[in-house]
């Protein structure tokens, strides 16, 4: 009932930047939390950035300091721009969000995932 469709992954070079999207719809009253995972080849999906739909932003400590997650809330989009890309960045990215359906019903769903691939 609900989809979300991340877009902006590839390949980059170490330092560089990318900018990853993610749109959630469906049937949806309304986005609450929303938050990027990674994982990378034998290796636990582990939780990147989280955002509440007030903006409370929770970042792992891997990545302070170089990823921003935020969000647009009237377009139930989550971004997440990535800079100073390092190879141990390198995973598939999903984006997941907590939704609340018209009848308040909360639900989590989760992205195909996005290769994001950091290499010299």
């Known amino acids: 009932q609900v989809q979300l469709v991340e877009s902006g992954g590839g390949l980059v070079q170490p330092g560089g930047s990318l900018r990853l999207s993610c749109v959630a719809s469906g049937n949806i009253f309304r986005t609450n939390s929303m938050g990027w995972y990674r994982q990378a080849p034998g290796k636990e999906r582990e939780l990147v950035a989280s955002i509440t739909r007030a903006g409370t932003t929770n970042y792992a400590d891997s990545v302070k300091g170089r990823f921003t997650i935020s969000r647009d809330n009237a377009k139930n989009t989550v971004y997440l721009q990535m800079n100073s890309l390092k190879p141990e960045d390198t995973a598939v990215y999903s984006c997941?969000?907590?939704?609340?359906?018209?009848?308040?019903?909360?639900?989590?769903?989760w992205g195909q995932g996005t290769q994001v691939t950091v290499s010299s």
């Open positions: 997941t969000t907590r939704v609340a359906t018209p009848a308040l019903k909360e639900y989590d769903y």
